[in-house]
Every structure is written in structure tokens, then in C-alpha cells.
């Protein structure tokens, strides 16, 4: 955990962004699980790494953006790092940055508009915090002075696949921080290679530190319709104490637009605070690369991997073991349904067959073999014409919704801990071993009342057994 060191006039509000769906890490990253909820680097996932660096002193509570689906993974992450009082707002349909952004200022303004936010992605990787924090406490020094603050990270390659900033002159009254003279386009290879070695250029992280009040004014003196469309839809917001829902109608209606487009290239309050952090935008398999360590040969091996004669190779597997033999600068990912083996130059492209596989509407294109839920997770063990069996696993304490299906009947075996079963109008109370029938029809629920993990086996029978065939009467994480 880290803190900023200092006395601050109020607590800076980290506003954590964690709409993406990380598609150039597929077949880790789907839009089920993107990658800011999985452990890439180390144990803990890209978003709790994000929240915890901003923990502590001289911090408030985050503020985390995100859609409706993932919204029990956010809380549970969060809770599982150990933060609490956090605010996740969630949006109805995705809008780039700047709608995220806005919101989320609208909200702290309402009660301190001149709360300082500290702008971050949930997926980037920053390795050295005291360097972090000590570029942080330069921005909020600039922020308060009502400066747009962008962190410039010094590049250690002529990288193509990040925008860059140009330093312009250094502030008379904020040690540290320059004027930017430009935002330019991720670049070609010639260009990037010129901008490096020009020593002028710096590596467009996409973090930003302002004042609520300032972002909100400069919002509403460029992009005035964004303004109207954001207040309308925090104005009728819905909130329970787990979530804050943005009014959809007025969201939806909402123009899409980045930060970068609506404020940052066009205000003349833009800073820039040059850094060097070890930050890395986790964008794709050859980043990973980069970023892991590497044997003599170059090679990163996680999971149960072997290579012979292969140099500069990146392999990833969550189980099977993986091999490869004689190969240079390839990229082998291996998961329970999906494998992907490519040339580390293509990582760029590993979008094109995520993108097929959607317009063929093939499962692996959008969820994983393990699927998450607020109670627990399932995973479809076979798979066949009118059958479909399933091993369900409940959390202690939780409990399913009251439901039922129009095409299938089901049968639940008990395996590990204890399950109390609603059949219509009778309560059964089910321990390893036991059985019960659930017909085509019946009302039914399945909760764990221990304090171990519940495991079952269910077998669906019917003419149709997608995960849509659900009619929920009752439902404690408030699913439709």
C-alpha cells in the first residue's frame, strides 16, 4: 500500500477507469473478464494494483467507472485489497473518457468541487511508486493552480503504439512541470524513432490530475452537450449502497468522445509533469513480454510451459502443458477453451480474430470457460444436443436468484458442502451425495448456508438450455 507523503489541503480522489475489454490480450482478456480483473503481473489483478496506489494518507476513497456487467467484480476486488467507502458508478452503454471522466467529477463536486482527481486506467503497470508519488505531488501542485495535468513518460523505445506529448516550456511557478506545445497521434516507426532521440517527446500515459471544478468548466466550454447529457443522467441516478446507476436515456444519448479529443488537445491549461516510473500501458502479449522475466534465452515461461532450442518467447498456459520447440520471438497463450500461438510482431492483430469469432458468435470470442457470478462461479463440463452439464460452485453465505426456465428441467448433485434447495413450495436441505429433480417449469433456488464453498453438478435436460432461458422472480444482487 502506498501513501503521498505531505499535507494536503483535502485528500486527492483516485477515479479509476475500468471500461475496457482488453481485447489484444485475448485468450486471457474477453469481455467477460477483461484484462483489469486478472492477474497478469504478479498475484494481485491490474485493477487492485491500480487502487492500491492510491491508499493512505492524503487519499479519499476511489471512485471507480465501470459497466453494469462487471460490477461484482469491481466490489469484490476492491474488498478483497482491503478498500473500503468506494463509490462505483456504472454506465448504461460505453462513451470514451470524457463522459466517465465528467461524471465521476460531477459527483465529488456535489459535495468538493475543489477536490483534486488523480485520473487513472485499471490496467497500466507503474513499478516504482515513491517516483509515482513524488510526480503526484508536483501535478497537485499544479492542479490547485488550476492546471489540466498530464504525466509524460520517458520513453525507453521507439514505441508506435503510444501517443506522445511535446514538452513545451517549464513553469515559472510549478518546479517540475512544463507547458505541453502539442499532443501528437500514435506515430509511425521513422517518426517515433525521431521523437526519441529528439529528447523533446514523452510517452502519453493517460493519466491526468485537475480539479473537479476545472475539468467540469473546461468540459462545458468545449463540449457543452456532453455537459447537459452527464448532468441530466447524474441528476436521475439510482443508488443503493453497493452502486450508483447512471439514468440510461440520458447517457445513452450522450457523445462519445475521449479525453484526449474533448479537453486535453484544446485547452490551453494543459501541463504536462515529465516522469519516469516504469510505467507500461498493458496493451498487448508482446508488452507482456517486455514485462516478464526472462530466462537466458529470453523466453518468459508462466504456467507449465517447456521450450527447447526457442529464444525470446512468450508462453502462458492456465493448465495443460505447453511446448514449443525451435521457434524465435513467438507468443504461445494457452486457457481451457482456447489456445493462440502467433508471431510477437502480430500482437497488434490479436484483435481481428476476436472480432471474428463475434461475428461467428463463437462463445470464446466473448466469455470464458469459467463463468463468474456474484454467488459464486460455473463451468459447462459437456455439452450436447437437448443436455448440458455444469459444475455450479456457491460462496458461504449466497445464494441464487428465485427462478425459472420455460425449456429445460434440472438435476442438482450435491458433491461438497451443504445446499438448501427452494422447489416451489418446499425447502430441501441437500449434503454431499444427495440428489434432487427439478422439473421443466418449477420455481427453484439454490443457496450455501455453511461456511465452505458449495460444489454441485447439474444436469440440464430440454429442447434448449442457454444461459438466457432464465425467468428470476427474486433476486438479492437486483439482476433482471
Not at 467477460?32 to 493512505?56: D, E, H, N, V, Y
Not at 447529457?229 to 443508488?239: F, G, I, P, Q, T
Not at 460455473?378 to 452439464?389: D, K
Request: hydrophobic fraction near 45%; aromatic fraction near 6%.
Amino acid at each position: 500500500m502506498s501513501s503521498l507523503s505531505g499535507t494536503l489541503e483535502t485528500p486527492v480522489v483516485p477515479v479509476i477507469l475500468s471500461g475496457g475489454s482488453g481485447t489484444r490480450l485475448w485468450p486471457i482478456s474477453r469481455a467477460s473478464l477483461p484484462k483489469q480483473f486478472c492477474a497478469l503481473i504478479g498475484t494481485a489483478t491490474m485493477i487492485q494494483q491500480t487502487a492500491c496506489r492510491a491508499i493512505g494518507a492524503g487519499f479519499a476513497a476511489p471512485v471507480v467507472v465501470c459497466n453494469e456487467d462487471h460490477r461484482f467484480l469491481v466490489a469484490e476486488q476492491l474488498r478483497e485489497s482491503g478498500i473500503d467507502g468506494s463509490r462505483i458508478m456504472l454506465e448504461p452503454v460505453g462513451r470514451n473518457s470524457a463522459p466517465a471522466i465528467l461524471a465521476a467529477a460531477m459527483l465529488v463536486a456535489d459535495q468538493t468541487p475543489d477536490a483534486v482527481l488523480w485520473i487513472m486506467a485499471a490496467d497500466h503497470v507503474i513499478d516504482d511508486m515513491p517516483a509515482m508519488h513524488h510526480a503526484l505531488a508536483i501535478a497537485i501542485a499544479a492542479a490547485r493552480s488550476g492546471k489540466v495535468v498530464t504525466f509524460g513518460m520517458t520513453p525507453t523505445a521507439a514505441e508506435t503504439g503510444y501517443g506522445y506529448i511535446e514538452v513545451g516550456a517549464k513553469l515559472s511557478d510549478i518546479d517540475g512541470a512544463s507547458a505541453v506545445a502539442r499532443f501528437v497521434e500514435k506515430p509511425d516507426a521513422a517518426t517515433a524513432a525521431g521523437f526519441v532521440s529528439g529528447g523533446r517527446h514523452l510517452w502519453n500515459s493517460g493519466m491526468f490530475v485537475f480539479t473537479a471544478a476545472t475539468f467540469i468548466a473546461e468540459m462545458a466550454r468545449f463540449e457543452p452537450g456532453v455537459v447537459a447529457s452527464v448532468r441530466a443522467a447524474l441528476a436521475d441516478r439510482r443508488e443503493d449502497p453497493d452502486f450508483i446507476r447512471l439514468e440510461p436515456t440520458a447517457f445513452t444519448g450522450c457523445k462519445s468522445i475521449s479525453i484526449d479529443y474533448a479537453v486535453a488537445e484544446r485547452t490551453d491549461l494543459a501541463v504536462v509533469v515529465p516522469a519516469s516510473v516504469g510505467w507500461t500501458d498493458v496493451g498487448s502479449w508482446a508488452a507482456m513480454w517486455e514485462l516478464g522475466a526472462k530466462d537466458a534465452a529470453g523466453n518468459v515461461l508462466i504456467g507449465d510451459a517447456v521450450v527447447e532450442d526457442a529464444t525470446n518467447c512468450y508462453v502462458r498456459t492456465d493448465g495443460a502443458l505447453a511446448a514449443i520447440i525451435g521457434l524465435q520471438d513467438a507468443v504461445l497463450v494457452v486457457t481451457e477453451d482456447a489456445v493462440l500461438a502467433m508471431h510477437r510482431d502480430r500482437a497488434q492483430d490479436v484483435k481481428t480474430i476476436v472480432d471474428r469469432l463475434r461475428a461467428a458468435a463463437r462463445p470464446q470470442g466473448t466469455t470464458h470457460h469459467r463463468v463468474l457470478r456474484p454467488w459464486g462461479f460455473y463451468e459447462s463440463l459437456a455439452v450436447g444436443e437437448g443436455f448440458q452439464v455444469k459444475r455450479i460452485v456457491v460462496k458461504p453465505g449466497q445464494k441464487l436468484s428465485l427462478q425459472s426456465h420455460k425449456f429445460r428441467a434440472e438435476h442438482w448433485v450435491v458433491v461438497g458442502g451443504t445446499a438448501i434447495v427452494t422447489r416451489d413450495h418446499e425447502t430441501l436441505t441437500l449434503a454431499a451425495q444427495e440428489h434432487v429433480f427439478l422439473p421443466l417449469g418449477c420455481v427453484h433456488r439454490l443457496e450455501n448456508p455453511g461456511q465452505d464453498l458449495m460444489t454441485l453438478i447439474e444436469v440440464q435436460v430440454g429442447s434448449y438450455t442457454g444461459e438466457d432461458d432464465i425467468v428470476r422472480y427474486e433476486d438479492i444482487y437486483n439482476r433482471a
